[in-house]
């Protein structure tokens, strides 16, 4: 997360948009962000935190979806793909 709040700081849009986003995952020095365990953890405890939005590698994205009860998962190869689905208009589905 703390790629986004440079690559949010150099914007001038809001990539948070009044959102909660947490996130969980590596990044190499080439912005690829990289699996970690227990993403299906991540997810229970950003829900219950009161996230918004958690973004996970592209990987263990189906696991974080199935334990996802309320929080928006978005699946994410990099940093930049992160940026831009933050910068998109959120989905109403």
């Not at 365990?37 to 935190?49: L, P």
């Not at 309320?70 to 831009?84: C, F, K, M, P, R």
């Amino acid at each position: 997360l703390v790629a986004l709040a440079v690559a949010d700081l150099a914007s001038t849009d809001d990539l948070a948009g009044g959102r909660v986003i947490t996130g969980t995952g590596t990044v190499d020095a080439y912005g690829r962000v990289g699996t970690v365990g227990s993403v299906a953890d991540t997810v229970r405890g950003a829900e219950a935190a009161g996230a918004d939005v958690v973004l996970v590698p592209e990987a263990p994205a189906d696991e974080a979806r199935r334990a996802a009860t309320t929080i928006e998962v978005i699946a994410v190869g990099s940093v930049a793909d992160a940026v831009e689905a933050l910068a998109a208009p959120a989905s109403s589905g």
